[in-house]
């Protein structure tokens, strides 16, 4: 099973501010990555897919970039609305894993 | 538009046997690379997948719980169903359906709202 480690735990930002998530795969995905964003109470909602690319509606101050094992997830300029968990996905091995969650704060 | 609703039971006991039914809409479980999955996530912990069937009867189950799995298409009524039997507290979780095509995007873009489930005597 491939592992995937997300840094960090918790990251604290100002709105306005750049924020910078990571995760890594135990082993290679290629480029079968994705990222999502997750509020209480919430679906998940689909970011990234490809490691790179954007799902449909996402703004584009939302931007991904990684292959194999080293993946990151920037957001360029915080909005109050964007503070919530953000998950990586791997689908390129089954099972299928996630990784533990960034929980991005205010 | 791609719509996935989740339904049943929002208690069980320790040792029964869960059924889940995801009812979907927009797509067709019979179009080439088409499949319906399911996740849970406990309370505070991280995202797991359960779960896969695909348009064409292959089914994927997460190892850590396969012996308890079971997932069923009804394509004739845009429903996926989920078994899991010998119920336990730990598996107290909101559990979410979702849908891929692996012939195009191929990860996980739409989920159902998710239903609550709590294991307890």
């Known amino acids: 099973e491939i592992v995937m480690t997300q840094s960090p735990v918790t990251l604290s930002v100002s709105p306005g501010e750049r924020a910078t998530l990571s995760c890594r795969a135990s082993?290679?995905?290629?480029?079968?990555l994705a990222w999502y964003q997750h509020k209480p109470g919430q679906a998940p909602r689909f970011l990234i897919y490809?490691?790179?690319t954007r799902a449909t509606g996402v703004p584009a101050r939302f931007s991904g970039r990684g292959s194999g094992t080293e993946f990151t997830l920037t957001i360029s300029s915080l909005q109050s609305e964007d503070f919530a968990v953000y998950y990586c996905?791997?689908?390129?091995?089954?099972?299928?894993?996630f990784g533990q969650g960034t929980r991005l704060e205010i | 538009q791609i719509t996935l609703k989740e339904s049943g039971p929002t208690l069980v006991k320790p040792t029964q046997t869960l059924t889940l039914t995801c009812t979907f809409s927009?797509?067709?479980?019979?179009?080439?690379?088409?499949?319906v999955g399911w996740i849970r996530q406990p309370p505070g912990e991280a995202l797991e997948w359960l779960a896969l069937?695909?348009?064409?009867?292959?089914?994927r189950y997460s190892p850590s719980l396969r012996s308890r799995l079971t997932i069923t298409k009804d394509t004739s009524k845009n429903q996926v169903v989920l078994t899991m039997t010998n119920m336990d507290p730990v598996d107290t979780a909101t559990y979410f359906c979702?849908?891929?095509?692996?012939?195009?995007?191929?990860?996980?873009?739409?989920w159902g709202q998710g239903t609550l489930l709590t294991v307890s005597s």
């Open positions: 996905h791997q689908y390129n091995n089954w099972p299928y894993t």
């Open positions: 927009g797509f067709s479980l019979s179009t080439s690379g088409v499949g």
């Open positions: 082993q290679s995905v290629g480029g079968s």
């Open positions: 490809g490691a790179s």
């Open positions: 069937i695909y348009w064409d009867d292959d089914k």
């Open positions: 979702v849908h891929k095509s692996m012939y195009s995007i191929a990860a996980f873009d739409y």
